[in-house]
């Protein structure tokens, strides 16, 4: 996580934990992507860009775009990069493909990119990674996720539909409803992970420095959590039914642990 804009958060971040008062998250967390300026995309031109997270050394980045009526372009293929998006409102044609809220696209690295355009206009996420040699994926997948059924969690109260899993890199992209009353546990993660509250009102709880912090949110709230760091428990639930889009770019252990603690490393 090396991008300036993440870089001067966490730098803000250091500096108000300093100041007293309840624990800061020393990550990005609780963002509303609706506060943030707009940012130039140079491989989508015309288009309004909040940049969630994301490193200008590789051009590895997260954004929420918002693309205007009659707008037409195409997806921004990069060599050596692969790209993913996924449609929040609107209509987005892929290609000769139609993709409504809940369209979800994936192009590997090496893709030569489609065209698109939209008629009325659409607000999509959209996501550039680092290729990686490993990744077994070589082909686009296009799909419509309100098409797939939601898999129940270990969990209950809590499904979950797979977009992308790619065995070679364990990288991963997948929807996770949460329901009103559902126990979330404590765990971490040993991979990067972040999320994009597609829907609903949602409440979490990072673990900082042994004390949780808890605050809520709204539909367009971000976070990109770095491994290994304790979240959830028993604060954290939804307050209506909440839609995370999650995404986790290489392969992941997922852990339960006792509660809010320094975190262990998972092996």
């Given at each position: 996580?090396?991008?300036?804009r993440?870089?001067l958060?966490?730098?803000?971040?250091?500096?108000?934990?300093?100041?007293?008062?309840p624990?800061?998250?020393?990550?990005?967390?609780?963002?509303?992507?609706?506060?943030?300026?707009?940012?130039?995309l140079?491989?989508?031109?015309?288009?309004r860009?909040?940049q969630?997270?994301?490193?200008?050394?590789t051009?590895?980045t997260?954004?929420?775009?918002?693309?205007p009526?009659?707008?037409?372009?195409?997806?921004?293929?990069?060599?050596?990069?692969s790209?993913e998006?996924?449609?929040?409102?609107?209509?987005?044609?892929?290609?000769?493909?139609?993709?409504?809220?809940?369209?979800?696209?994936?192009?590997?690295?090496?893709?030569?990119?489609?065209?698109m355009?939209?008629?009325?206009?659409?607000?999509?996420?959209?996501?550039?990674?680092?290729?990686?040699?490993?990744?077994?994926?070589?082909?686009?997948?296009?799909?419509?996720?309100?098409?797939?059924?939601?898999q129940?969690?270990?969990?209950?109260?809590?499904?979950?539909k797979?977009?992308?899993?790619d065995?070679?890199?364990?990288?991963?992209?997948?929807?996770?409803?949460?329901e009103?009353?559902?126990?979330?546990?404590?765990?971490?993660?040993?991979?990067?992970?972040?999320?994009?509250?597609?829907?609903?009102?949602?409440?979490?709880?990072e673990?900082?420095?042994?004390?949780?912090?808890?605050?809520?949110?709204?539909?367009?709230?971000?976070?990109y959590r770095p491994?290994n760091?304790?979240?959830g428990?028993?604060?954290?639930?939804?307050?209506?039914?909440?839609v995370?889009l999650?995404r986790?770019?290489?392969?992941?252990?997922?852990?339960?642990?006792?509660?809010?603690?320094?975190?262990?490393p998972?092996?």
């Open positions: 996580m090396n991008g300036i993440v870089a958060l966490l730098a803000a971040l250091s500096l108000a934990a300093c100041a007293g008062g624990p800061e998250v020393p990550y990005p967390a609780f963002v509303d992507s609706n506060e943030l300026e707009d940012v130039f140079a491989s989508l031109p015309g288009v860009a909040k969630l997270a994301g490193d200008p050394m051009r590895r997260s954004n929420r775009i918002d693309l009526a009659d707008w037409k372009g195409t997806s921004g293929g990069t060599p050596g990069r790209m998006l996924f449609v929040l409102a609107g209509k987005l044609r892929l290609a000769d493909i139609e993709l409504g809220p809940g369209g979800y696209a994936f192009l590997p690295a090496g893709s030569l990119g489609f065209n355009r939209t008629e009325d206009g659409a607000r999509i996420l959209y996501f550039v990674n680092d290729a990686d040699p490993d990744a077994v994926i070589r082909s686009p997948i296009i799909m419509d996720s309100a098409l797939l059924k939601w129940p969690s270990p969990v209950p109260g809590i499904s979950t797979e977009l992308r899993a065995p070679g890199t364990g990288a991963t992209t997948w929807l996770k409803r949460i009103v009353g559902a126990a979330i546990p404590w765990e971490s993660s040993s991979a990067v992970r972040e999320g994009f509250l597609v829907s609903g009102a949602y409440r979490h709880t673990c900082v420095g042994s004390e949780p912090v808890t605050e809520p949110y709204a539909a367009g709230g971000y976070f491994p760091a304790i979240n428990g028993p604060l954290a639930g939804a307050d209506t039914e909440a995370w999650l986790e770019t290489g392969a992941g252990i997922l852990v339960t642990v006792d509660g809010c603690k320094p975190a262990e998972a092996n």
